[in-house]
């Protein structure tokens, strides 16, 4: 079975400029989540769907920060337009289901490192 | 936004020995996991926990979920090389969003 894919794996841009990351799923998983990890830290959410709707938005910095997942399937995260403090690590993980207490397990891809000079 | 709070920061130790750590919360939570992450790839679940003071291993992988649900330990056995990396536990507190708390992460070094 296939992991969750994203791209690219590494992005350097200059504060202000615009940049996209991408995401694809595990298969007929529901729920799909980004997550910023910034270094030395734990991954922080900062936006979950379910199929093409939003479940949890509350720590997207709307004002830069954008996702969107159309069809339900794979996803697009914008940041516009970049600032220094946004160099992290940005995770795409899906699940199966959200609500089943005995599956919450959540499949991470390898992230796209974005460094903003 | 909140992190749990995991101890040690980074422990060095030699092949062989066994490690413990642990993470400890302000709020309950009713699941918790451990996460393992190498670098330059995403996090890999270990293990995960469903019940108060339940205890669960997972080959030379223990964890146990705290009685208070505010905690959970991890503890490795007979270590080698290959378990380095950054341990993360996290929290789930249920409701609709099944929203994952994460540790600060804990760095293990092995020395072979």
């Known amino acids: 079975e296939a992991g969750v894919a994203q791209s690219p794996r590494y992005k350097i841009i200059e504060k202000r400029q615009s940049v996209a990351f991408w995401c694809n799923p595990i298969?007929?998983?529901?729920?799909l989540y980004w997550y910023q990890q910034i270094l030395g830290q734990g991954p922080k959410l900062l936006i979950q769907?379910?199929?093409?709707?939003?479940?949890?938005d509350s720590q997207l910095p709307k004002d830069r920060f954008s996702a969107e997942r159309l069809k339900g399937v794979d996803s697009t995260l914008k940041i516009q337009p970049a600032k220094l403090e946004d160099s992290a690590v940005y995770l795409c993980?899906?699940?199966?289901?959200?609500?089943?207490?005995?599956?919450?397990?959540?499949?991470f891809g390898p992230g796209t490192r974005l460094t903003v000079t | 936004g909140q992190q749990l709070n995991q101890s040690p920061q980074s422990m060095f130790i030699q092949e062989g020995e066994d490690v413990s750590m642990n993470c400890t919360s302000s709020?309950?939570?009713?699941?918790w996991l451990w996460y393992k992450q190498d670098p330059g790839e995403g996090p890999v679940l270990l293990i995960a926990?469903?019940?108060?003071?339940e205890l669960t291993s997972n080959g030379r992988l223990t964890a146990q979920f705290g009685i208070t649900r505010k905690d959970s330990f991890l503890n490795i056995s007979a270590s080698i090389p290959s378990d380095v990396g950054i341990y993360f536990c996290?929290?789930?507190?249920?409701?609709?969003?099944?929203?994952?708390?994460f540790g600060t992460g804990t760095l293990l070094a092995v020395q072979p």
């Open positions: 993980a899906s699940s199966l289901t959200q609500v089943a207490v005995e599956l919450p397990e959540q499949y």
């Open positions: 298969s007929g998983h529901a729920t």
């Open positions: 769907f379910q199929n093409n709707g939003v479940v949890d």
């Open positions: 709020s309950i939570f009713n699941t």
């Open positions: 926990l469903y019940k108060a003071g």
């Open positions: 996290a929290g789930r507190s249920g409701g609709a969003t099944n929203k994952l708390i």
